[in-house]
């Protein structure tokens, strides 16, 4: 008997096997894939086929592709851990203890504050509902929003939208973005202001990124986003709201440990 037909597309089986040479590391990270031509010659299709397979790959993050280079496999960034204790490091150099400058992005990563940099863009808006719930004050209220693209190496790992109350930082260093990278983060910085941030809540969902968030973050559009809705809080009262802090899903692994 003969064996059974494969039913399966071919521009399915293309990607099924150059997926299975990038994760069994036989095409390396940054490699190049085989050209179209190339892989029209190999498995005897047309243009449109191997172009079908691409995509395919580039919508699940395994590759990039840029005009005039063809097709590179992406590079595979460490996995972060978000752990309950990353901002010790923030409240450490709060209170001044020798740490080296660092904040909670660096801890996970692992990486020095040579390696660490950021793009940023301050603004001042009125608060909606949302933001108002979770600052407990009225929507309209004027808050300084401030969008970062947190960077690892030059490579864009995280983005953070998060608001602060522009009556308590207007017209301090906080409100200047000339100032970050600041060690110590958030933290440290309303520590300046007098205000000691002793509790922060975090709400993690995952959903699919929007087509600014994945151009953004370099991954492809297959590729689920981790999303953190924080609230840092001092003596009860929230002080400052990040909606959303968005992460690659295939770069995060939560790590925690629960004390009972």
């Given at each position: 008997?003969?064996?059974?037909?494969?039913?399966?597309?071919?521009?399915?089986?293309?990607?099924?096997?150059?997926?299975?040479?990038?994760?069994?590391?036989?095409?390396?990270?940054?490699?190049?894939?085989?050209?179209?031509?190339?892989?029209?010659?190999?498995?005897?299709?047309?243009?449109?086929?191997?172009?079908?397979?691409?995509?395919?790959?580039?919508?699940?993050?395994?590759?990039?592709?840029?005009?005039?280079?063809?097709?590179h496999v992406r590079p595979r960034?460490?996995?972060?851990?978000?752990?309950?204790?990353?901002?010790?490091?923030?409240?450490?150099?709060?209170?001044?203890?020798?740490?080296?400058?660092?904040?909670?992005?660096?801890?996970?990563?692992?990486?020095?504050?040579?390696?660490?940099?950021?793009?940023?863009?301050?603004?001042?808006?009125?608060?909606?509902?949302?933001?108002?719930?979770?600052?407990?004050?009225?929507?309209?209220?004027?808050?300084?929003?401030?969008?970062?693209?947190?960077?690892?190496?030059?490579?864009?790992?995280?983005?953070?939208?998060?608001?602060?109350?522009?009556?308590?930082?207007?017209?301090?260093?906080?409100?200047?973005?000339?100032?970050?990278?600041?060690?110590?983060?958030?933290?440290?910085?309303?520590?300046?202001?007098?205000?000691?941030?002793?509790?922060?809540?975090?709400?993690?969902r995952t959903r699919m990124p929007?087509?600014?968030?994945?151009?953004?973050?370099?991954?492809?559009?297959?590729?689920?986003?981790?999303?953190?809705?924080?609230?840092?809080?001092?003596?009860?009262?929230?002080?400052?709201?990040?909606?959303?802090?968005?992460?690659?899903?295939?770069?995060?692994?939560?790590?925690?440990?629960?004390?009972?």
């Open positions: 008997m003969a064996p059974p037909r494969d039913e399966t597309p071919r521009y399915r089986q293309i990607a099924d096997e150059l997926r299975a040479r990038i994760t069994t590391g036989t095409l390396p990270a940054g490699a190049p894939l085989p050209t179209e031509v190339e892989l029209m010659e190999q498995w005897g299709v047309a243009r449109g086929t191997v172009r079908e397979a691409i995509s395919l790959l580039r919508a699940e993050g395994l590759i990039t592709t840029a005009r005039h280079r063809g097709s960034w460490p996995v972060r851990r978000l752990g309950v204790d990353r901002y010790k490091v923030e409240t450490a150099q709060r209170d001044g203890q020798p740490a080296g400058k660092a904040t909670s992005f660096t801890k996970d990563l692992g990486i020095g504050w040579d390696a660490y940099t950021l793009d940023k863009d301050f603004t001042e808006v009125p608060a909606d509902e949302q933001l108002g719930e979770l600052l407990q004050v009225d929507a309209g209220t004027p808050l300084l929003r401030r969008h970062f693209v947190f960077r690892s190496h030059g490579v864009p790992q995280q983005i953070s939208i998060s608001y602060l109350l522009l009556a308590m930082v207007s017209g301090t260093p906080v409100a200047d973005p000339a100032n970050e990278p600041w060690p110590g983060g958030n933290i440290a910085q309303l520590a300046t202001l007098g205000v000691t941030v002793d509790q922060v809540r975090e709400q993690v929007t087509p600014d968030e994945a151009r953004t973050l370099g991954i492809g559009d297959s590729v689920p986003v981790l999303t953190i809705t924080r609230t840092m809080l001092a003596g009860g009262r929230p002080v400052e709201a990040a909606v959303d802090i968005v992460l690659p899903g295939d770069r995060v692994e939560l790590d925690y440990v629960i004390d009972l």
